[in-house]
């Protein structure tokens, strides 16, 4: 077997297997899938399409996206119902697209973002922009904290495996593990408020 034809059998198989992960994946949450793919191949352009016919069909009420208690604040009933889950939506894929930009890399992430806000209206934009930030003022943690809740977080990522992984990437960065564990792990990764689903 050639060596094209072997990337092209690897990539069959990759494409295979995620159409059986989105299939797998609940119907909410596959708009959130689709658009974190698109982000991790930069083609942004892509995304305003499939977030402008994800609050289509939020609209119409063929897409629910169910509250989770942690922003049981934007529940609403009656007319208004349809916008809040709209706001929802794009509050938790912002905080999607914000965690993948971590692994694809923040140009990326940037592309992705602004291709998410093109795609809104201005009432959407503005309902969705008067809650702030994800990690508000009101987050006061200390690099110690950060640090431990990263640790905390890997621990029950990697279970046994947590020390000779670490000790691996220290072995050619202490710098990374610290920035792994402090700022990714915990910083960006524990924010869970919006994709505990």
């Not at 990539?11 to 295979?16: D, E, I, Q, V």
């Not at 992705?112 to 809104?120: E, Q, R, T, V």
């Not at 934009?125 to 690099?143: H, I, L």
């Not at 000779?164 to 915990?186: C, E, F, K, M």
């Amino acid at each position: 077997m050639s060596s094209s034809q072997s990337t092209l059998a690897a990539a069959n198989a990759l494409l295979s297997s995620w159409r059986e992960a989105l299939a797998l994946t609940p119907e909410e949450l596959r708009p959130i899938l689709i658009a974190c793919t698109i982000t991790a191949a930069n083609f942004p352009k892509l995304l305003v399409p499939l977030v402008q016919q994800a609050l289509s069909e939020i609209q119409a009420g063929t897409l629910s996206v169910p509250a989770v208690a942690s922003d049981a604040s934007t529940s609403t009933a009656g007319d208004n119902k349809s916008f809040a889950d709209q706001v929802r939506f794009v509050r938790r894929l912002r905080e999607s697209l914000y965690k993948g930009s971590v692994l694809c890399g923040g140009p990326y992430g940037i592309n992705a973002l602004g291709a998410l806000n093109f795609a809104l209206d201005p009432e959407l934009s503005d309902a969705v922009n008067a809650f702030g930030p994800v990690r508000g003022p009101e987050n006061k943690s200390t690099d110690e904290e950060y640090l431990d809740r990263g640790r905390k977080l890997f621990q029950t990522i990697y279970q046994h495996h947590t020390d000779p992984i670490l000790t691996r990437i220290g072995n050619s960065s202490q710098d990374l593990v610290q920035g792994i564990l402090r700022d990714t792990y915990g910083k960006v990764f524990p924010w869970s408020k919006f994709s505990s689903w």
